[in-house]
């Protein structure tokens, strides 16, 4: 995560394909640390995952919802990401 971090802060943009991989080992280490609570759901169109976005935003999203949401209950909870394209437009 940090290596990540280092790196992309020199890019404006990345791509959303990149900022799902680093998501994906951010879940996995959540995953370990509230055991069986958290059920993560990665749903992106295949056409989206080449678009660019500000470095580190879906970082942010998940850490925050997985530091002051899931991590806060006693239950499983299920962390869902979504990307669908609207409209035509990407």
Do not use: F
Not at 9 to 32: C, F, P, R, T
Not at 59 to 85: W, Y
Request: glycine share 4%; hydrophobic share 40%; with cysteine.
């Amino acid at each position: 995560l940090l290596r990540y971090s280092l790196t992309t802060n020199q890019y404006e943009k990345v791509s959303i394909e990149q900022e799902l991989a680093m998501v994906n080992h951010q879940l996995a280490i959540g995953a370990l640390q509230m055991e069986h609570r958290l059920d993560a759901k990665i749903d992106v169109q295949p056409a989206l995952l080449k678009c660019s976005i500000p470095p580190m935003v879906l970082q942010m999203l998940v850490e925050n919802a997985l530091k002051h949401g899931i991590d806060q209950l006693d239950e499983v909870s299920t962390l869902s990401i979504q990307g669908i394209q609207k409209d035509k437009e990407i």
